[in-house]
């Protein structure tokens, strides 16, 4: 006689979460759309738009401005 066998349903592999962006990446996006929409980048006006601290400002905006650039460069051919 033939009976049926059924295996167990396998589990769904869990999403994999976004990977966390540095908070430099994110000031640097900031500073990108800041610039798109013709406003002036201060180190006051990172912290309000951004919502980041002086101190963060302080301690991360030459870099981040650095990152702003070279994402802001366009490469022709």
């Not at 066998?5 to 990446?25: D, F, L």
């Not at 996006?29 to 800041?34: A, H």
């Not at 912290?47 to 022709?76: C, F, I, K, P, W």
């Amino acid at each position: 006689m033939i009976t049926q066998q059924y295996r167990p349903a396998a589990t769904a592999a869990p999403v994999p979460a976004a990977p966390a962006r540095s908070i430099v990446e994110r000031m640097a996006d900031t500073m990108r759309e800041m610039r798109a929409a013709g406003q002036i980048v201060t180190a006051d006006s990172l912290a309000v738009y951004g919502d980041y601290t002086s101190a963060e400002v302080a301690r991360h905006a030459m870099e981040a401005s650095n990152l702003a650039r070279a994402r802001e460069v366009r490469q022709v051919a």
